[in-house]
């Protein structure tokens, strides 16, 4: 069962309605593990001008760039595409291993789809339940099993070995949602 853990600014809520920024209601927000800098929530960087976006950990701010879905893979089982929410149809930004060469310390970044390439398919493999109660994965690429998603001490997303202690809080993230007030909540473990 869900529960409400947040609450963001008023202000930003009723901004983010008007401006038609808030986060879609399926939508997961992916807060990282790692609570040496605080709660921070995979975002995508959305500067205009830059070809690819790079992916950051910031703090909660309720808007669609921290907001994101996922959709089977089409060219492999039980791997997904996760896809940012601050996406729109005609401009599909998706995570993605930039260069597309899983290397330690590659940075994971938002992307235009581009065919069955595995730098932008991820399997989320379910681990604990964080403080909170919220499912907590590692997300691994399909480009290389035994690496995975990682906040790192730069406060980058980057591509790690998987269990690397030096890696371990930041290699988890915890999945949740909002409620219709745009508070947080817990998502439970679910398959993939």
């Not at 038609?20 to 929530?41: E, H, Q, V």
């Not at 703090?59 to 089982?77: C, I, K, R």
């Not at 994965?137 to 998603?149: C, E, P």
Request: overall charge positive; some cysteine; proline content about 7%.
């Amino acid at each position: 069962m869900n529960r409400r853990i947040w609450k963001y600014v008023v202000g930003l809520s009723i901004l983010a309605g008007s401006l038609g920024l808030a986060i879609p209601a399926k939508a997961t927000i992916w807060r990282n593990n790692d609570d040496s800098y605080g709660d921070l929530f995979l975002t995508l960087n959305t500067a205009p001008g830059v070809g690819h976006y790079y992916n950051y950990p910031r703090p909660f701010n309720g808007l669609t760039s921290q907001a994101w879905g996922e959709n089977a893979d089409p060219y492999a089982s039980g791997y997904f595409r996760f896809f940012s929410g601050a996406s729109t149809t005609t401009n599909q930004i998706v995570l993605d291993i930039r260069g597309g060469v899983p290397n330690i310390g590659a940075r994971v970044q938002g992307y235009p789809p581009n065919g069955g390439g595995a730098n932008q398919s991820w399997l989320p493999i379910f681990r604990f339940l964080d403080i909170h109660g919220a499912a907590c994965y590692t997300i691994h690429s399909r480009a290389d099993t035994g690496k995975v998603m990682v906040q790192d001490r730069f406060l980058q997303i980057t591509l790690q070995n998987y269990n690397d202690p030096t890696n371990s809080p930041g290699q988890y993230w915890c999945a949740y949602a909002t409620d219709t007030s745009g508070a947080l909540v817990t998502q439970s473990p679910r398959p993939f």
